[in-house]
């Protein structure tokens, strides 16, 4: 196959991809920033490995690890309040007074409550995107212990995912696993931005271990909620229920083997030494 054949076939590729995605694509939010295509976003979360499995600890290596306390006071109070923001935003615009907690369909329309929740939609991805912070933090403070296999697949997998949800499907069901997601980031960022005030306030924070058991409680939520998509039939895409299922089966399982590798394995073999 010469240049101009394989040059050929990309060609018809990305026009049968293009016209695949306009066709079945959200036409409110094609024209909105990073929407367009995924290709920004996959550079992105590239981008985002390479800094923090490969170039970050690299830099790190023969440095001193930065103390970053103001910043990261800073920086987690903003999530919390980003979170606030947008729960606020999930409940008023359907998931308190109009949304069906078994079933709802994506309302792809213009009307005012319509646009709220596919903007929110777009912002939830935006939040995904600035959580990449998070793994940055740990790699500049030498927090090797806190860049797992789990933080760094979860900072990576969901702003593909939310870049989907705003692309085609911006409102409906699936929006619920996003509001509880916000509801826990509240807690978790609040949690993280206190520890960061100091020694002082340790003391404060002997509820750590039940942040995990709170992400149990979030995906388990999500994966009953997901199910009901195979019974209870209002439109909604049930091959988007199909994924939140197994993205929330995933998380189940990771999180259920760092509980028990953090706290109960670690537990038993205190009592084995003691």
């Keep these: 196959m010469n240049k101009t054949e394989m040059a050929s076939l990309v060609r018809l590729a990305l026009d049968s991809y293009v016209g695949i995605v306009d066709r079945i694509s959200d036409p409110r939010t094609t024209d909105w920033p990073l929407m367009h295509s995924p290709v920004p976003t996959l550079l992105m979360v590239v981008t985002y490995l390479y800094a923090v499995i490969i170039l970050g ?13 103001e910043i990261l006071i800073v920086y987690n109070g903003f999530q919390v309040l980003f979170s606030i923001f947008m729960l606020y935003e999930h409940l008023m615009s359907g998931w308190f007074f109009d949304y069906s907690y078994k079933c709802e369909p994506v309302d792809y329309s213009y009307g005012q409550k319509a646009i709220r929740m596919a903007n929110l939609c777009w912002w939830y991805y935006i939040s995904k995107l600035t959580e990449f912070a998070d793994t940055i933090f740990f790699v500049m403070r030498k927090k090797e212990s806190q860049v797992t296999l789990l933080h760094v697949y979860h900072h990576s997998l969901t702003p593909l995912e939310t870049w989907i949800l705003v692309k085609f499907i911006a409102g409906g069901h699936g929006t619920f696993s996003n509001l509880i997601n916000n509801l826990v980031h509240v807690v978790m960022y609040f949690y993280y931005m206190v520890s960061a005030m100091g020694p002082e306030y340790q003391k404060y924070l002997w509820w750590k271990k039940h942040l995990t058991s709170l992400q149990l409680v979030q995906f388990t939520m999500v994966f009953v909620h997901s199910a009901q998509l195979f019974w209870v039939d209002c439109g909604y895409p049930t091959i ?6 197994l993205h929330s089966t995933m998380f189940i399982l990771l999180f259920s083997n760092f509980y028990y590798q953090t706290y109960l394995a670690s537990q038993q073999r205190r009592i084995k030494r003691e």
């Design 57 to 69: 600890p690299r830099i790190m290596r023969d440095r001193k690890p930065f103390k970053l306390r």
């Design 240 to 245: 988007i229920g199909v994924l939140l299922l």
